[in-house]
Every structure is written in C-alpha cells, then in structure tokens.
C-alpha cells in the first residue's frame, strides 16, 4: 500500500498535503539543493515528506524525497533555475512558494566601463570599486563567478547566502578580453579570446581550478557566444574569424559536429536558448535575430531589434525573451515582434555581460 501511494504521488504534477498545495518541479541543480537544504528525516513516501514539509511553515517550502533510502530533504528555496534535464532534481515546491519566486527573478548586469554595475528588477550585492572591460560571467553550482579582464581577477560569492564577494587575482593565463564564459554541466567553459591576437584556447572551471584542455576551438575567435545544450555539451556561435560557423563541442573541449552556419556573419554576437530553439542575434551593425531549430537542422529570420546592438544579453525572464544591450531600455519578444518595455534600467548597459540571480 505505501508502495502503491508513493508511485501514484509521483505519477502527478501536484499533490495536496493538508490546506497545501505542492507542485511538482525541475527548476533547481541538485549542487543548489544541497546548498539550501537544512533538515533531513526518514519517510515511507513523498505524501508523509509533503505533510512534513507543510508542518514546517516558514523553514520548508520544497520537498525532495529519494526512494532508495527513504529520505526526506527539506528546504526553504529563495531563487530558480533553468537548468538543462541532466542536471535538474525533481523536487515538490509549495505551490504558493513557487509563483512567488517565479515572479522574483532578478538579473545581474556589468556593463562596459566604469560604475556599471547593476541588478534588475531588484537588489543583488554588487561588488564594489569595479571598472570592467570584457570578460565573462556565469553561474556555477549556485555560485556567480565574474572575470574582469581590466583587472585580470575573478570575482565569486553565493547566490544563496549573504556576504562580500571573493576575489582572486591572476586567475586566467593569459589574460584575455571578449572570450567566452558558458556553464556547461559542472564547469564552466571559457573560449578563445583576444590577448595581442586572437586565441583558440579552452579552459574548464571545475568550482576550484583552471584548467587548460589539450584541444581547442577549430578557428581562432572573440567576441563570440556560446549556449549549453546538454549536460556535457555547448554550441559555440559566431565570433571574429568565425563570422557564421556554428559548432558543437563537448566539456573535454572535443569538436563533436558542425552545424549549419548562421544566415548572416556574427561577431559581438549574443545568443540564448528559448522554447527549445537557439536565438543568435545582432553583432556589430547587425538589428536581425535568427533562430535555430534543432529538429529540422535549419535557421530562420524572425523580427529585428529596435536597432543595431553589439552583444545583446538574451534572457527568459517571465516566461518571456527578453533583450538587454540597447542603452538602459529592455526588450520583449512577443511571438512575432520586440516591443520595448515600459521599465528601464538603472544605468546604460552596453558591450556588457549579465546572468540570472535570486532577488534578494
């Protein structure tokens, strides 16, 4: 009987525990939940996990139950991911908690230049005395980690808990401005680059140390834009040099396939994943967006920006795409069209580089 209640509880997408309602979600990594996880028991099933939860009030608003040993994880989450199939954990959320949070979704910026740092639509800590010039930024194990080509430094701090950001001087060699920063399942891949030439390496960030693969990108390039696709995989896009080349590489730095090549040459290019498809767009007096579908391996045009921008910052924000790059103006997709937004941002965001983050 308890065998039979666990597996219909997890046959549903909800699942009501007392006055509660729980839904079922794969919107956190497992390296988050473990970070936000704060007490575990033992449990016959997901229904006595959920009921636990509940009884919890304001230190439980996720459950993840593991049928292997029985175990419980509670946590109070206060932040979402996207993370691809491979490396998101089912977890039951209270329903309540869930759209809250969805509707919590913030955004870091760094902008080219000084003083140009900023979060949007609500507060995130920003570090401080920092003038940045192209680097990289991206999210790693509920970690954000910056590098500042300017000061040849990486910055990090938790996505989670509050503090001061951590800062490492010299951490990439050679130092390298326009590369590109891409999580791709427990690293994080930085290509090519610009230091007195353009560059073919490939380092991988494990959390703790660089590494420098053996293999390189097939064409020397920067100002380039890479998106994850899988747990071991990315899809690199444009460049200088590269201008249309589209291919897929693996986390060892292995070119696995060629793809077909962009409709226009891209560099300064910005990319993003949205409903399943890849969105390259603008690049250095470029306005036009092209989408890739996977299925029928071609590229198609679809409605332009407003105006030309280098290195558009594309995002799911709301269940939209949305555009950062054009001044402090905001752009969404409606299916057809971009429509400017009637918010703005707080300062110009330009050459810049932003990733998701919780409200804080």
């Not at 380039?224 to 080349?245: D, F, K, P």
Request: glycine share 8%; hydrophobic share 35%.
């Amino acid at each position: 009987m308890i065998v039979l209640r666990t597996v219909l509880a997890c046959l549903f997408l909800e699942l009501v525990s007392g006055s509660r309602m729980f839904k079922k979600m794969k919107k956190i990594s497992k390296p988050t939940w473990d970070q936000f996880t704060n007490r575990q028991i033992v449990e016959s099933s997901i229904i006595e996990c959920s009921g636990a939860c509940a009884r919890m009030k304001d230190t439980c608003n996720a459950v993840h139950f593991e049928a292997s040993n029985n175990t419980c994880s509670f946590a109070q989450l206060s932040l979402l991911e996207e993370p691809p199939e491979e490396k998101a954990l089912s977890v039951f959320m209270k329903a309540q908690a869930f759209k809250s949070l969805e509707q919590k979704e913030s955004f870091l910026l760094i902008g080219q230049g000084v003083d140009l740092v900023q979060s949007y639509p609500c507060n995130f800590t920003l570090p401080v005395d920092f003038y940045y010039t192209t680097g990289g930024i991206a999210v790693l194990n509920g970690k954000v980690y910056i590098y500042n080509h300017k000061t040849n430094k990486c910055y990090h701090r938790s996505m989670v808990l509050s503090g001061p950001w951590d800062e490492i001087p010299d951490c990439v060699t050679p130092a390298r401005s326009a590369p590109d920063l891409t999580t791709v399942g427990p690293y994080i891949m930085m290509t090519g680059g610009y230091n007195g030439g353009l560059l073919d390496n490939i380092e991988r960030f494990d959390g703790t140390t660089w590494t420098t693969l053996s293999k390189k990108l097939s064409q020397r390039t920067a100002d380039h834009c890479a998106v994850e696709i899988s747990y071991t995989e990315m899809i690199v896009l444009g460049g200088n040099q590269r201008w249309a080349m589209v291919e897929k590489y693996d986390v060892d730095g292995n070119m696995v396939e060629t793809l077909p090549n962009l409709k226009i040459g891209r560099r300064y290019i910005g990319c993003g994943i949205f409903q399943g498809e890849i969105y390259a767009a603008g690049g250095g007096g470029h306005s036009s967006v092209e989408v890739y579908n996977f299925e029928s391996r071609t590229w198609r045009m679809i409605s332009s920006f407003k105006s030309a921008v280098q290195f558009p910052n594309l995002h799911v924000y709301k269940g939209n795409l949305i555009m950062f790059g054009i001044s402090n103006t905001i752009e969404i997709f409606n299916g057809e069209t971009w429509e400017t937004a009637s918010e703005s941002l707080g300062k110009n965001f330009t050459n810049g580089l932003s990733v998701k983050v919780p409200c804080h």
